[in-house]
């Protein structure tokens, strides 16, 4: 089982917390939108990528879980 | 008779319920700033958006914890007859209704932007957005309910902090209002008409009404509450009549 980052670019209005919070996998492109990386996530930052998502003011920001595949 | 109601004064709660209602207006204010400060995506290095954003929510929390104080102490004093009811659905108590009506009114309001606050995953960003607009209505209303219920509006420190709190929330709303113009030009115009009027209500009414002489009894205070000047002639009218 692994955690991953997705983002609803729809949702997204470049609030751009998400990049403060988790600058190991979040970057932003010139106009405030997040460049995720979609890696699985390590332990250590499970806890702040949820975090991450709970700051974002539109909800855009995922952690997925996922179940590794056999 | 009336010196011995006189001298048994007011009760420790009663004390309680002015300042924590004072506490609340000062942090109930630094929520609006700090909320349009928020909105408006103000950032430096040593203060990021997550931290205005958490402070923001973290302070209306407290405000709402002084507005509990404020509330239970104003019901437990039984200097004035405040219910929980009164407290909570508006302009039904003895006490001064009207303007105890707004601070009930003010409170409720505060209570639909909190729950829409704590459930906003479930309710969808829109409609979150348009409840949360209602804490720019419940403000003045609680400005409004200090002034016409207060028992320290004519002193100098209490006068200080409701003007440096209308202050600073005026600028909040100017600086949000220019947020974005001239988009949305009628809203905003509606927004702007509205502080100005109640900023120039205010600065009209101030002088004759709580600032000015028998308030206490203009704003319905129950005669039975009122100090000596009119409980003594009541009390000698009831020692003539024997």
């Known amino acids: 089982m692994s955690e991953r980052l997705r983002l609803n670019p729809i949702a997204c209005e470049a609030h751009g917390m998400c990049a403060e919070l988790l600058p190991e996998r979040i970057s932003l492109d010139e106009w405030g939108y997040p460049i995720l990386d979609e890696r699985p996530l390590s332990p250590d930052l499970v806890s702040h990528a949820q975090r991450a998502a709970q700051a974002c003011p539109t909800f855009a920001l995922l952690v997925e879980r996922e179940r590794s595949r056999g | ?242």
């Open chain 2, 1 to 242: 008779m009336s010196t011995t109601i006189a001298a048994a004064g007011p009760s420790a709660y009663w004390y309680l319920t002015r300042s924590s209602g004072a506490v609340a207006l000062v942090l109930l204010t630094l929520t609006l700033v700090l909320g349009v400060v928020d909105v408006r995506r103000w950032s430096t290095e040593t203060w990021p958006r997550f931290v205005v954003d958490s402070l923001h929510r973290n302070v209306s929390l407290l405000a709402l914890a002084f507005l509990g104080l404020h509330i239970l102490t104003a019901v437990l004093d039984s200097f004035a007859p405040i219910s929980l009811i009164n407290a909570v659905i508006p302009f039904t108590g003895s006490y001064r209704p009207f303007w105890l009506g707004l601070g009930a009114l003010s409170f409720d309001l505060m209570l639909a932007v909190i729950i829409t606050s704590l459930l906003r995953r479930r309710m969808g960003h829109a409609t979150w957005r348009a409840v949360h607009w209602l804490a720019y209505a419940s403000w003045p209303i609680a400005l409004l309910h200090g002034f016409g219920t207060g028992s320290d509006v004519k002193s100098t420190w209490m006068l200080a902090i409701s003007i440096s709190c209308l202050v600073a929330a005026i600028a909040a709303v100017l600086v949000r209002i220019a947020a974005g113009w001239p988009d949305q030009l009628a809203r905003r115009s509606a927004a702007l008409g509205g502080a100005g009027i109640f900023t120039l209500g205010l600065i009209l009414w101030l002088p004759s009404g709580p600032l000015g002489k028998e308030w206490a009894r203009r704003s319905g205070t129950p005669s039975s509450l009122l100090g000596h000047s009119t409980s003594h002639s009541s009390a000698n009218s009831t020692e003539a009549s024997r």
